[in-house]
């Protein structure tokens, strides 16, 4: 079955409305959420799955809800059949800190108790801090795409979080703050062709700034017309960056054996079943930045994912993969089996990884080595000062 590109990919939609009805019309304030409940039913029928805080709804004077959290659990609810079958769980990861329970409006009592008790739901805290910066931080750790609308300056925040981890930011024009908050500021910044690029990037060289034209959403589009153009967008976006730490020097006796594991496994494996984008820096590919090492630098600081194979024991490899490390991105660390390294890379749980047996073999071996690897903590726990 031919999946969407979309298919277990975390979205995180998020923003308020102004509570001022003269900025945020009441008929504005439909459209919105008519918008959201639309691209979430389509979402879940693509398999996608969602990051989603839990807390309050806080209204305003003319009783409709500030935020869209609510919004989207109740239509993640009520689309649970639309979903594929084979879709991943799990469906949602639930963003709350100590005091959400007692938070929680009364009339998603049940709701709220329903998905808690799903394997459905991951819940995820921001430990004991109540403050939004916090659960942005982890939020953004989770989610893969963040769409924004409305908001203010936590929108903005967030949408730095995610930029900052090489995730993709769509912004939207929706006329439910001032034009110069939140989402809206986020879009006018894409505005200009040399921004949108910073905002996401499409697949195979595609043009970034055609689609901010396209998501304009004149008032008079309507709002299965604004799915469709959302939808299309979030499909055509680059794929996640999966960053390759390796040998690459053609001379080196052990850089046949590298390359056919590159070939036959890891790119098979990251790109043909897990959906990233193998990315390798070898001076043969258009440079974004004016030297090679920047070059490596910014891409490996916002990949997804990174593979350090420290076959041939390279100084530069060592210096990659401690930077993947420090930066906490799930990383996997492999070296040819029998290979002479400077530590054991089993203290990092490596893979040795072998030349013998068959392609399948070999990436069925890959592929359990990264379920078992891609969750682990990082190496240093960061407590808090004062519990």
Aim: charged residues 25%.
């Amino acid at each position: 079955m031919v999946h969407s590109p979309l298919f277990g990919r975390r979205v995180h939609i998020a923003g308020s409305i102004s509570k001022d009805p003269m900025i945020a019309t009441p008929t504005d304030v439909v459209a919105a959420r008519e918008l959201v409940t639309g691209l979430v039913r389509a979402l879940m029928r693509l398999g996608a799955t969602f990051v989603v805080p839990v807390d309050a709804e806080p209204r305003r004077e003319d009783n409709h809800p500030i935020c869209f959290d609510w919004l989207v659990w109740q239509t993640i609810r009520s689309s649970l059949t639309a979903r594929p079958s084979d879709a991943p769980n799990p469906l949602a990861v639930a963003i709350q800190h100590h005091k959400n329970e007692d938070q929680i409006p009364r009339e998603f009592h049940s709701l709220w108790d329903e998905m808690r008790d799903s394997p459905q739901v991951r819940i995820e805290s921001a430990a004991r801090w109540n403050m939004n910066s916090k659960r942005m931080e982890a939020q953004a750790r989770y989610g893969d795409i963040l769409i924004a609308l409305g908001g203010t300056e936590g929108v903005r925040f967030l949408a730095d979080l995610y930029h900052a981890g090489g995730k993709p930011v769509i912004p939207l024009n929706l006329a439910i703050t001032p034009d110069n908050e939140g989402g809206r500021r986020l879009y006018s910044f894409g505005e200009a062709s040399s921004n949108s690029r910073k905002l996401f990037q499409i697949a195979d060289g595609g043009d970034s700034h055609a689609w901010i034209n396209r998501i304009r959403f004149p008032a008079r589009q309507s709002v299965p017309d604004r799915v469709t153009a959302l939808v299309d967008l979030l499909e055509n976006l680059e794929r996640p960056r999966a960053f390759a730490v390796r040998l690459l020097a053609p001379d080196h006796a052990e850089y046949p054996a590298v390359q056919g594991f590159f070939d036959t496994v890891v790119q098979p494996v990251l790109e043909g079943e897990l959906g990233y984008r193998l990315t390798v820096i070898d001076g043969r590919q258009a440079y974004e930045h004016a030297r090679i090492d920047e070059e490596i630098f910014a891409k490996l600081h916002r990949s997804s994912v990174v593979v350090a194979d420290i076959t041939g024991s390279r100084p530069n490899c060592f210096l990659e993969l401690g930077y993947a490390l420090g930066r906490m991105i799930p990383t996997i660390v492999t070296a040819r089996d029998g290979s002479d390294t400077p530590f054991d890379i089993k203290t990092l749980a490596g893979l040795h990884w072998k030349t013998n047996g068959t392609a399948e073999e070999r990436r069925v071996t890959f592929r359990e080595h990264w379920e078992a690897v891609r969750n682990r903590p990082p190496l240093v726990n960061v407590e808090e000062l004062i519990a």
